[in-house]
């Protein structure tokens, strides 16, 4: 009876962990816990399939240098990043807000759902980052490329005027400063293209490039933390100091649809509720990149 009841117990809460309130798959962080499973299995494959190739073994077989000259690269960049100012939107279950003279909630009208915090200004902020990529040595104008990059920018305070005005309510949603932190990953696939080809640089010295692919991307907020899936695209050009030695300056622009950011204190009074806006998300970056034929030596 004992072992049936721990059994029971154990089988429920292998079911909370998966399809509970606070799951993996059915909580409000399904999408965080989905998407890092995907990257970091793509990742560690990735990785797993290079050290194999790479390794003593499989190049006494003559693998990978007479193929031809695509390369491995490993960057690291910093830079700017500017949120293009946006409307929040108030979600249908916002609280009413309250009154300033009972403290009781308003009614009738006087609703924020259905309403919009306009014009929400977001200041510039730095941002840094690392990737780690392949250009195909059978295909060597094409590639792809893994990314990870976080950026902060300020949300300054008295601004969001809601429209249509909430009778007896707020002017502002913003009363005071916010700010967003951004963690993106990313996944690209890339084309480029070789000028001032030499001895030392077959492919060319300089190499503008594209790039598209699908992300992930974590807001960290004053109030709460946001998690959505994004489209990214890219255009830079890298310089080949050395063979080995790179130097890039890339545009890159995401876009997350439908953020939904929840316990958000409308001019810091009243109830807090949830508000859903789009996240365009302009970067420009300079970075060094290292590149190299496979990890024991060209």
């Given amino acids: ?16 962990v998966l399809t509970g309130k606070n799951a993996f798959f059915t909580g409000p962080d399904s999408k965080f816990w989905i998407a890092t ?4 299995t793509v990742s560690l494959c990735a990785i797993a399939y290079y050290m194999y190739k790479n390794s003593p073994a499989q190049r006494a077989k003559g693998y990978p240098e007479e193929l031809g000259p695509g390369e491995w690269y490993l960057a690291a ?5 500017y949120l293009p100012s946006a409307d929040w939107k108030f979600a249908s279950n916002f609280p009413p807000p309250l009154s300033t003279v009972s403290g009781l909630p308003l009614g009738g009208s006087a609703q924020y759902a259905g309403r919009t915090a306009k014009n929400i200004t977001y200041q510039p902020g730095l941002l840094g980052g690392i990737k780690f990529g392949r250009y195909l040595d059978a295909y ?15 949300i300054r305070g008295d601004q969001g005027r809601i429209s249509p005005p ?13 700010w967003f932190m951004i963690w993106d990953m990313q996944t690209n696939l890339l084309a480029r293209y070789g000028f001032l080809k030499d001895k030392e640089v077959t492919f ?8 598209i692919g699908p992300g992930f991307e974590i807001i ?15 255009a830079g050009v890298r310089y080949m100091c050395t063979p080995k030695v790179a130097l890039f300056c890339e545009y890159k622009f995401s876009y997350q649809f439908n953020v939904e950011y929840q316990d958000v204190l409308a001019a810091k009074y009243g109830n807090s ?5 789009d996240v365009p998300h302009h970067r420009f970056v300079l970075g060094v990149s290292y590149h190299f034929k496979n990890l024991w030596g060209n």
């Fill in 204 to 211: 060319g010295r300089l190499q503008p490039y594209v790039g």
């Fill in 1 to 16: 009876m004992m072992l049936a009841c721990f059994s029971g117990a154990g089988q429920t809460a292998n079911a909370g």
């Fill in 166 to 178: 909430v009778p007896g309510g707020p002017t502002n949603l913003m009363a005071g400063s916010d």
């Fill in 77 to 81: 960049y910093t830079g700017l990043s």
């Fill in 273 to 277: 509720g949830t508000v859903t806006f």
């Fill in 37 to 40: 499973g995907i990257w970091s």
């Fill in 140 to 154: 060597p104008w094409f590639g792809w490329e893994l990314e990870t990059n976080f950026s902060r920018n300020r």
């Fill in 220 to 234: 960290y907020g004053r109030y709460d933390s946001a998690k959505n899936f994004a489209l990214e695209t890219l």
